[in-house]
């Protein structure tokens, strides 16, 4: 294929993805292309790619599906009119939401809940990608940091520390995190960053567990019948201080309300994707005696530096998540290996 062509991997059907060639796409105003060095698969994409039907609103002239990917890093290839704090040739990762900045949404600071435009970036698994609203989206890559040191900023490392911010844990607290996928891992490392005393990582995927306590699990404990017995007794019947849900589905973020005590937090990431809705007990114990929050990926220009200022300063290492390398062109079967979550694999690293 020519140099001055795109390949994107696009979703063609329920579960079915495929490299296609198209142009390079032209900048609009505020925007940026970037041309890929590395990119990676979300769980989110696999929501995307099973569960949600295809909207053709979403889906570009020249392709027959949806370009598919929101976490990349790459280099400046164009810039649009108007953008101002980016320029051709630097370095650059986006976040995985854009937003436009101007909105009540974005001036609260709720950038990932931006309603002026901004929204989830789509076709990462590309040569080259588009970055709308780039100035306040995008941010440039110190030099000191390799691609693969930066990329979980552009998602799961910002989510992993938002459910642990929004979770409010502090030194000495005792924590419970419920699924240790790459979101899981990143609020395991964030909550020991932040100076959290137990942490107990819920996980029965050996790797998994394996890499929870590598990057600051003091215990791991299987999932299973007595999950929340287990972790009662282990803060001496009381329950934790503050429990994350990163997996998505009813049965941890009920486990996970009833382990939290009386006035913790239960901070949920997890993406509920395909179910028609969830609930929280109301029994003994119930939720109303504890706080509940739900949080989607923080994003934006700030955001990024603060991350990859964490990564250059305060030795926050996820290399480790990186537990396969492709090639773009193999993305369709970097997304097989992904969805079986067999040889250990957590990310796997896509290189155009
Ligand atoms: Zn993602
Ligand atoms: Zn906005």
């Known amino acids: 294929m020519s140099e001055d062509a795109n390949l994107t991997c696009v979703k063609v059907g329920q579960e079915v993805v495929q490299m296609v060639e198209g142009p390079i796409p032209e900048p609009a105003d505020g925007e940026i292309i970037v041309r890929t060095t590395l990119t990676t698969i979300c769980g989110s994409d696999l929501h995307i790619l099973d569960e949600s039907p295809l909207n053709p609103a979403m889906v570009p002239d020249h392709m027959r599906g949806l370009p598919m990917g929101h976490e990349a890093v790459g280099v400046v290839h164009r810039i649009g009119a108007g953008v101002r704090r980016l320029a051709v040739g630097q370095r650059v990762i986006s976040s995985c939401?854009?937003?436009c900045g101007w909105c009540t949404q974005c001036l609260e600071g709720q950038l990932s809940a931006c309603t002026g435009g901004g929204g989830l970036l789509f076709g990462?698994?590309?040569?080259?990608?588009?970055?709308p609203y780039a100035d306040i989206s995008a941010a440039p890559i110190p030099d000191e940091l390799s691609d693969e040191q930066v990329l979980f900023a552009t998602d799961i490392m910002s989510t992993g520390l938002g459910a642990v911010e929004r979770g409010r844990v502090g030194f000495g607290d005792t924590v419970a995190i419920f699924g240790q996928g790459p979101v899981g891992l990143c609020a395991t490392a964030a909550a020991r960053a932040r100076g959290a005393g137990l942490i107990i990582a819920v996980e029965g995927v050996p790797e998994r567990a394996a890499m929870a306590r590598r990057l600051g699990a003091s215990r791991v404990v299987a999932p299973g019948e007595d999950t929340v017995q287990t972790l009662l007794q282990l803060t001496d019947g009381g329950g934790v201080d503050v429990a994350i849900e990163a997996v998505g589905v009813q049965v941890t973020l009920d486990m996970a309300t009833r382990v939290v005590r009386r006035g913790g937090t239960v901070s949920s990431v997890g993406i509920y994707g395909g179910l028609a809705g969830i609930t929280l007990p109301s029994g003994v114990p119930?939720?109303?005696h504890r706080n509940v929050v739900f949080t989607l990926c923080p994003v934006g220009h700030d955001r990024l530096k603060r991350l990859m200022r964490l990564v250059q300063h305060g030795a926050f290492d996820l290399m480790p998540l990186i537990?396969?390398?492709?090639?773009?062109?193999?993305?369709?079967?970097?997304?097989?290996?992904?969805?079986?979550?067999e040889s250990g694999t957590l990310k796997i690293g896509l290189i155009p």
């Open 286 to 288: 119930s939720f109303y």
């Open 124 to 131: 990462c698994q590309s040569r080259y990608y588009r970055v």
């Open 323 to 341: 537990t396969h390398r492709m090639t773009l062109a193999e993305a369709p079967s970097a997304y097989e290996l992904f969805r079986a979550r």
């Open 97 to 99: 939401f854009t937003a």
